[in-house]
C-alpha cells in the first residue's frame, strides 16, 4: 500500500502563498487518484482538491476554486497543493490522501497532516 508524507505548510499572512507537497512511497504511484483535504478545529474534515491519473482532470471545493492549484509530478511520486491568496479561513491541518483507480469513492490511505495558518 502506498505512504503519505506531507510538507511545506507554515505561518504566513493574509494574501500569502504556499505550497504543499505529499511524497508517495511504497506502491505504484499511477495506481493512485490523490487529493487533498483539511481539518479546522472544530469541523469535520473536508474535501479541497483531487486529482486523477494521470493529472488531467483536476476537481476543488468552491471555496478554493481560482485560488489553489493541484498537481503531481509522477516521476518524482509527489502531489502538490499551491495556495494563493490565502484566507483566515484557509487555517486548518491539511492531509494528503490516496485511493486507488476504480477501487470505489473512498480515501483509504492518508498521510499524517501539515498546519497551514494564516492570519489576518
Known amino acids: 500500500q502506498v505512504r503519505l508524507v506531507e510538507s511545506g505548510g507554515g505561518l504566513v499572512q493574509a494574501g500569502g502563498s504556499l505550497r504543499l507537497s505529499c511524497k508517495a512511497s511504497?506502491?505504484?504511484?499511477?495506481?493512485?487518484?490523490m487529493g487533498w483535504f483539511r481539518q479546522a478545529p472544530g469541523k469535520e474534515r473536508e474535501f479541497v482538491a483531487g486529482?486523477?491519473?494521470?493529472?488531467?482532470?483536476?476537481t476543488y471545493a468552491d471555496s478554493v476554486q481560482g485560488r489553489f492549484t493541484i498537481a503531481r509530478d509522477n516521476v518524482k511520486n509527489t502531489v502538490y497543493l499551491q495556495m494563493n491568496t490565502l484566507k483566515p479561513e484557509d487555517t486548518a491541518v491539511y492531509y494528503c490522501?490516496?485511493?486507488?483507480?476504480?477501487?470505489?469513492?473512498?480515501?483509504?490511505?492518508w498521510g499524517q497532516g501539515t498546519q497551514v495558518a494564516v492570519s489576518s
Open positions: 490522501a490516496g485511493r486507488q483507480i476504480g477501487a470505489g469513492p473512498g480515501w483509504p490511505y
Open positions: 511504497g506502491d505504484t504511484f499511477s495506481r493512485y487518484e
Open positions: 486529482i486523477d491519473w494521470p493529472g488531467e482532470r483536476t
